[in-house]
């Protein structure tokens, strides 16, 4: 009977575990999706500089005050601006970005079915 | 009649592309944050520089006044160089100025303020530089001009006598 409490015990201490593993996952990944913006070309995850040691910190906060990613993101994007996330946001300035590449697959595609039905 | 379509239609997809990459290698790829801010001040609580008291930032920034917000740490070369023209603008009465001492070392950060003057009215003391991050500063030195609870200007670096007359040109 005293291993029931025992093993709870155990249990409970890998669970926790197991939880903090995942805060530390998201914030691994918050910290890479951005920019270190006093570096040169590197991710707030790579970086070591006293900027992105901060970012770190307080990513790893916000992350225990229970903010999720997308928060935490439009946090940082209001305090610096869109630059600090790698992944360009969908508006008027990157429509040409994101659908530029989508209309030339496109195209190469209407040029291959053409020959391919042109030859038949 | 097609044959000749699709070439002209690629020779324009190529030329437009061409001239949007053509502008761009033109654009300036250093970026550069907007200095002219209306953002609301970011409330804080930090601890004091000189006791271990709690300081709120809305009791610092509560009245009409004028308030120079400046990151700033002793082991920070630019800060020395700046520190003249802080000593320059605290003989002014219409601005007060705030010090953040950023990730410093009391016993340094003193000695420093011994050595160069304290032009600072409240120092607070931002030990892990998270506080800094709320305001959206990027390192040391950085300043924020404040007034009515808003950010009205930043100055990333130091300041210099260029921005030293343009704030006496804002709060005059």
Redesign the interface.
């Known amino acids: 009977m005293k291993f029931i409490p025992i093993f709870l015990i155990i249990s409970i201490i890998l669970n926790f575990n197991l939880l903090k593993a995942d805060e530390i996952k998201t914030e691994n990944k918050i910290a890479k999706n951005l920019r270190c913006l006093i570096c040169q070309g590197q991710s707030v995850y790579d970086s070591d500089s006293e900027f992105a040691i901060s970012l770190k910190l307080v990513i790893k906060n916000k992350i225990q005050q229970g903010l999720s990613e997308e928060q935490i993101y439009s946090f940082l994007k209001m305090k610096y601006g869109e630059w600090i996330l790698y992944d360009p946001v969908f508006n008027r300035n990157t429509y040409f970005l994101w659908l530029l590449p989508i209309l030339i697959f496109l195209a190469g595609g209407a040029i291959i079915i053409k020959r391919f039905y042109n030859k038949k | 009649m097609k044959s000749k379509f ?1 070439p002209l239609i690629l020779i324009f ?1 190529f030329l437009i ?1 061409f001239v ?1 990459f053509f502008k761009g290698l033109k654009n300036s790829n250093i ?1 550069t ?2 200095t002219k801010l209306k953002k609301e001040v970011p409330s804080f609580e930090l601890k004091s520089f000189e006791n271990n008291s709690i300081i709120i930032s809305e009791k610092i920034f509560e009245d009409n006044k004028y308030y120079l917000m400046n990151i700033w740490a002793s082991w920070c070369v630019p800060c020395k160089e700046e520190h003249k023209f802080l000593m320059k603008l605290k003989k002014d009465e219409r601005i007060e100025l705030i010090g953040f001492n ?2 410093d070392n009391f016993k340094k950060a003193s000695s420093f303020l011994k050595d160069l003057g304290n032009p600072y009215h409240i120092i607070v003391s931002d030990k ?3 506080a ?5 500063a ?3 030195p950085e300043s924020f001009l404040v007034h009515q609870n808003k950010i009205i200007k930043r100055f990333i670096g130091p300041i210099n006598n260029k921005d030293l007359l343009e704030i006496e040109k804002i709060i005059r």
């Open positions: 699709i997809i592309t949007i970026y944050p907007s950023y990730k892990d530089g998270t800094s991050i709320e305001w959206g990027y390192g040391v």
